[in-house]
């Protein structure tokens, strides 16, 4: 075991220069389990993540153009339930075996055609509505961020859509807002309608995203646009630069001139070149001025109870912020927005340019960036694929995202087809290459396991709540990032491990600790084995594990599927599999004997590093 390869704590970590692949180095090959005894499950999930280190990387060795439609790799079928299972866990938030046999009949691209062409089913904000949470009553769900926990877990939980989910999920880690940081009415609205907009804009136009992040009104609270004022020469007061630098640094052009295969460009000094200046950040701000919250046609309040305090109702955090306050504001003001010229990026915006004018040049020039596609490509790349993609594959998904082949830019849709299908990522050797691979969040495994074993909610509620404490909880929690920089930062390298020896990154690994260690397992001992489900409601239902759980080695394999994509090792398979036996069972024996096995087989392939590493 090669438990000195894993530094478990938090500190010491470098931040890679962005788009640096280093993929020269050849990293060892994980030695693997040989116990053949029982295991406890806290042993077992240390263990295996001090494999993780070592198969957490990427980078395979693929070039070439992006294969078209039709091509050999996008018009061929999954050879084994495992490959199978392999790309839908990466495309989707689970996998069963309907979606297995379905996919390798119909082949990757038909299979995935038909999951973005399917129609998007409840959203965020009609399900707080149908469960009553956008109405003022002595529960006060308008002054509280639980209801917004209960949307997001019954998002990913339930319903199908599971890819369009699973690609909102990630672009919320790229345009990041967070319900921790969100302090007013219908904050839990707010988060729902910012949900409901990448979910609705993730096979869209990336420059319609990105307006429509700009404007909504959860973001503009999160990074100040909401209520950001022109300058004033008699005070001093300038616009504020917040939502100005983040859109640069994150949501767009990143801090570094970038080459079409996201490595960064060497100036003359042989140093990376920086995309924008301060006085870019400065002039830019003037642009974002002069929006605020739209209250028209909900400018009459509600009473809380029998007090006097009256609030909004929910309608204006689910428009887009406005320049124009003079339907609603009484007496009308005057504008906000900043009538002086802005130039940034070797953009210029006349002065007395009008603030839809000015968002328009903006959020063009944004868009057109040439860094744009591999700084997204990148990011969308690790977020679902692997952490460290050669550099032809980040080409390949920027040159779709530059031109998706009748001339359009910014496809959402041929972008993350184009990063699912491409022949890197479908390549056989994947499967065993040690470079290769991501490790699987958090709250990932979490709606994986509820999704797979048919969790179910008492209440109606999905009261699973803020699971972001990494002592006693999963240390993540779907749209509650710490901040705008995501959970983990895409150049993240954990220090004194096989990945920083060798040179690959592990953003994920920033998650990774000692506390988090043991708070993961423990979590998911209770979730998974607790009579009464995850806080005494949210439930697995393993109907189809209990009919095959007298026969241990049935039963490991078909979890190591579904959860693992087959991808357990022989010597981890016989390590789980005496422990399954161990809690002896027949077919006669009651379902409570039978769902100690269930319980041991999910728990066991849950901290099994084949499992926290996806391939």
């Given at each position: 075991?090669?438990?000195?390869?894993?530094?478990?704590?938090?500190?010491?970590?470098v931040e890679a220069e962005p788009g640096d692949m280093r993929q020269n180095v050849e990293p060892p090959t994980a030695k693997q389990s040989s116990r053949s005894g029982p295991v406890s499950p806290?042993?077992?999930?240390?263990?295996?993540?001090?494999?993780?280190?070592?198969?957490?990387?990427?980078?395979?060795?693929?070039?070439?153009?992006?294969?078209?439609?039709?091509?050999?790799?996008?018009?061929?079928?999954?050879?084994?339930?495992?490959?199978?299972?392999?790309?839908?866990?990466?495309?989707?938030?689970?996998?069963?075996?309907?979606?297995?046999?379905?996919?390798?009949?119909?082949?990757?691209?038909?299979?995935?055609?038909?999951?973005?062409?399917?129609?998007?089913?409840?959203?965020?904000?009609?399900?707080?509505?149908?469960?009553?949470?956008?109405?003022?009553?002595?529960?006060?769900?308008?002054?509280?961020?639980?209801?917004?926990?209960?949307?997001?877990?019954?998002?990913?939980?339930?319903?199908?859509?599971?890819?369009?989910?699973?690609?909102?999920?990630?672009?919320?880690?790229?345009?990041?807002?967070?319900?921790?940081?969100?302090?007013?009415?219908?904050?839990?609205?707010?988060?729902?309608?910012?949900?409901?907009?990448?979910?609705?804009?993730?096979?869209?136009?990336?420059?319609?995203?990105?307006?429509?992040?700009?404007?909504?009104?959860?973001?503009?609270?999160?990074?100040?646009?909401?209520?950001?004022?022109?300058?004033?020469?008699?005070?001093?007061?300038?616009?504020?630069?917040?939502?100005?630098?983040?859109?640069?640094?994150?949501?767009?052009?990143?801090?570094?001139?970038?080459?079409?295969?996201?490595?960064?460009?060497?100036?003359?000094?042989?140093?990376?070149?920086?995309?924008?200046?301060?006085?870019?950040?400065?002039?830019?701000?003037?642009?974002?001025?002069?929006?605020?919250?739209?209250?028209?046609?909900?400018?009459?309040?509600?009473?809380?109870?029998?007090?006097?305090?009256?609030?909004?109702?929910?309608?204006?955090?689910?428009?887009?912020?406005?320049?124009?306050?003079?339907?609603?504001?009484?007496?009308?003001?005057?504008?906000?927005?900043?009538?002086?010229?802005?130039?940034?990026?070797?953009?210029?915006?006349?002065?007395?340019?009008?603030?839809?004018?000015?968002?328009?040049?903006?959020?063009?020039?944004?868009?057109?960036?040439?860094?744009?596609?591999?700084?997204?490509?990148?990011?969308?790349?690790?977020?679902?694929?692997?952490?460290?993609?050669?550099?032809?594959?980040?080409?390949?998904?920027?040159?779709?995202?530059?031109?998706?082949?009748?001339?359009?830019?910014?496809?959402?849709?041929?972008?993350?087809?184009?990063?699912?299908?491409?022949?890197?990522?479908?390549?056989?050797?994947?499967?065993?290459?040690?470079?290769?691979?991501?490790?699987?969040?958090?709250?990932?495994?979490?709606?994986?396991?509820?999704?797979?074993?048919?969790?179910?909610?008492?209440?109606?509620?999905?009261?699973?709540?803020?699971?972001?404490?990494?002592?006693?909880?999963?240390?993540?929690?779907?749209?509650?990032?710490?901040?705008?920089?995501?959970?983990?930062?895409?150049?993240?390298?954990?220090?004194?491990?096989?990945?920083?020896?060798?040179?690959?990154?592990?953003?994920?690994?920033?998650?990774?600790?000692?506390?988090?260690?043991?708070?993961?397992?423990?979590y998911m001992t209770t979730a998974i084995g607790s009579a009464n489900g995850i806080n005494n409601d949210v439930k697995a239902q393993y109907s189809a594990e209990l009919a095959i759980a007298p026969?241990?080695?049935?039963?490991?394999?078909?979890?190591?599927?579904?959860?693992?994509?087959?991808?357990?090792?022989?010597?981890?398979?016989?390590?789980?599999?005496?422990?399954?036996?161990?809690?002896?069972?027949?077919?006669?024996?009651?379902?409570?004997?039978?769902?100690?096995?269930?319980?041991?087989?999910?728990?066991?392939?849950?901290?099994?590093?084949?499992?926290?590493?996806?391939?």
């Amino acid at each position: 075991m090669v438990l000195e390869t894993l530094a478990l704590q938090d500190s010491g970590a470098v931040e890679a220069e962005p788009g640096d692949m280093r993929q020269n180095v050849e990293p060892p090959t994980a030695k693997q389990s040989s116990r053949s005894g029982p295991v406890s499950p806290s042993n077992l999930a240390v263990a295996a993540l001090a494999l993780t280190t070592a198969a957490c990387g990427g980078g395979g060795t693929s070039s070439g153009t992006p294969p078209g439609p039709g091509s050999t790799a996008q018009a061929r079928k999954p050879q084994s339930d495992a490959e199978a299972a392999q790309f839908i866990l990466r495309a989707s938030l689970s996998v069963s075996t309907a979606e297995i046999a379905n996919i390798k009949s119909v082949g990757f691209e038909p299979w995935l055609d038909a999951q973005i062409g399917a129609q998007i089913g409840q959203t965020g904000i009609a399900w707080l509505a149908s469960r009553g949470f956008d109405q003022v009553t002595a529960a006060n769900y308008f002054d509280n961020e639980y209801p917004g926990d209960y949307m997001i877990w019954n998002q990913l939980m339930t319903g199908s859509n599971g890819v369009r989910k699973r690609i909102a999920l990630a672009l919320s880690e790229y345009f990041v807002v967070s319900l921790t940081g969100l302090n007013f009415a219908w904050r839990s609205q707010a988060i729902a309608h910012y949900w409901d907009q990448l979910n609705a804009r993730a096979f869209g136009n990336f420059r319609e995203l990105l307006e429509d992040i700009t404007l909504n009104p959860a973001m503009g609270y999160f990074l100040n646009t909401q209520g950001n004022r022109k300058e004033d020469t008699r005070t001093g007061r300038q616009p504020d630069e917040n939502y100005a630098r983040e859109v640069m640094q994150l949501f767009t052009i990143g801090l570094y001139q970038l080459n079409g295969d996201g490595t960064p460009k060497a100036g003359a000094n042989g140093q990376p070149t920086e995309t924008y200046t301060n006085d870019d950040v400065t002039n830019l701000a003037r642009v974002f001025t002069g929006y605020d919250w739209d209250f028209t046609g909900n400018v009459d309040t509600l009473a809380v109870g029998s007090t006097t305090r009256k609030i909004p109702g929910t309608g204006y955090v689910t428009k887009a912020m406005t320049s124009d306050f003079t339907k609603w504001r009484s007496p009308p003001s005057s504008s906000q927005h900043s009538a002086l010229a802005a130039t940034f990026l070797g953009t210029s915006v006349p002065a007395n340019t009008d603030a839809t004018a000015a968002l328009k040049i903006a959020l063009d020039a944004l868009f057109n960036h040439s860094n744009v596609g591999p700084f997204f490509a990148r990011q969308m790349i690790q977020r679902l694929v692997t952490s460290n993609p050669s550099a032809a594959y980040v080409t390949r998904v920027a040159n779709v995202f530059n031109n998706n082949g009748t001339g359009q830019r910014g496809d959402l849709r041929a972008v993350f087809k184009a990063i699912l299908l491409d022949d890197e990522a479908l390549a056989p050797a994947t499967r065993t290459d040690p470079r290769f691979g991501k490790i699987r969040e958090p709250m990932v495994r979490l709606v994986q396991w509820g999704r797979t074993f048919g969790a179910l909610s008492t209440s109606g509620n999905w009261n699973i709540g803020n699971v972001s404490d990494s002592a006693s909880r999963l240390g993540q929690s779907p749209l509650r990032s710490p901040s705008v920089f995501n959970f983990f930062r895409p150049g993240y390298v954990p220090s004194n491990t096989m990945a920083s020896a060798n040179g690959l990154v592990a953003p994920e690994f920033q998650l990774v600790n000692e506390t988090s260690t043991s708070g993961y397992v423990n979590y998911m001992t209770t979730a998974i084995g607790s009579a009464n489900g995850i806080n005494n409601d949210v439930k697995a239902q393993y109907s189809a594990e209990l009919a095959i759980a007298p026969d241990a080695a049935a039963l490991v394999d078909h979890v190591s599927l579904l959860m693992a994509a087959a991808q357990l090792s022989d010597s981890t398979k016989a390590v789980i599999r005496q422990a399954v036996e161990d809690v002896v069972v027949t077919a006669s024996s009651p379902d409570s004997e039978k769902l100690r096995r269930v319980y041991l087989a999910v728990l066991l392939v849950m901290a099994s590093a084949e499992y926290l590493v996806q391939k």
